[in-house]
C-alpha cells in the first residue's frame, strides 16, 4: 500500500450518541428531551417546569431513531399528547389491525431508515408481530420512497431534515 492512505469505515452512532445528537438539537429549541433506559417506548408531553420526554427502549439506537421518527413526523397537536394520541393494538391482532399498523408505521419507519443511514445503524422493519409477513411491509417501505423524499423537501420536514444531517455530522465528524 505504497503511497496511499486505508480509510477506516465511520462507526455506527450507538445510543447515546442518537440521544446526543437529538437532545443537542431540540431539547432547548423544542423543549423535548430524549432519554434510553426505559421498558417500553414512551412520549409524554411537556408539563409545567418540564421539557417533553421522548424515551426508548433500553439502550437500543434503532428505538431512538425509530421514537426520533415518530416526533419528527408528529405536529403541534400531537406533540401535545401522550404518544402523540397514538392507541397501541396489543397482540394478537387481527390481519385487518395487522394492516392498520402497517398503514400507521409506514411514513414512520421510512424515516426511521433514513436516520438509520445516517447514523451508520441496520436497519429492520418491525412488524411489532413476529407472525406477519415483514417482506410485504418491506416491499411497501421501499416503495414508499418517493413519497417520504417529496415529504422531506417541505417545510413540515425540517426537524427530520436537521436531525439527519446531525446524524451524520456526529457519524462522520466535521467535513
Avoid at 10 to 37: C, H, I, K, Q, W
Avoid at 106 to 130: V, W
Avoid at 136 to 147: D, I, K, N, Q
Wanted: with cysteine; net charge positive.
Amino acid at each position: 500500500m505504497t503511497g496511499s492512505t486505508l480509510r477506516q469505515k465511520p462507526r455506527a452512532l450507538d445510543a447515546p450518541a442518537v440521544e446526543l445528537a437529538f437532545n443537542g438539537l431540540f431539547l432547548s429549541r423544542y423543549n423535548t428531551r430524549m432519554s434510553g433506559g426505559a421498558q417500553e417506548p414512551l412520549y409524554l408531553p411537556a408539563a409545567p417546569g418540564e421539557p417533553a420526554h421522548l424515551r426508548y427502549r433500553q439502550d437500543f439506537a434503532a428505538s431512538a431513531l425509530h421514537e426520533a421518527a415518530h416526533w419528527c413526523i408528529a405536529g403541534p397537536d400531537r406533540r401535545r399528547e401522550e404518544d402523540f394520541g397514538y392507541i397501541y393494538v396489543p397482540l394478537p391482532r387481527s390481519p385487518l389491525q395487522q394492516q392498520r399498523f402497517f398503514a400507521a408505521e409506514l411514513t414512520t419507519q421510512a424515516l426511521e431508515r433514513y436516520f438509520a443511514a445516517a447514523a451508520g445503524i441496520d436497519f429492520y422493519p418491525s412488524a411489532d408481530n413476529l407472525e406477519a409477513d415483514i417482506g410485504e411491509f418491506s416491499r411497501a417501505l421501499v416503495a414508499h420512497t418517493p413519497r417520504l423524499k417529496a415529504w422531506l423537501s417541505s417545510p413540515a420536514a425540517s426537524r427530520a431534515r436537521a436531525f439527519h444531517q446531525r446524524l451524520d455530522k456526529a457519524r462522520h465528524g466535521s467535513r
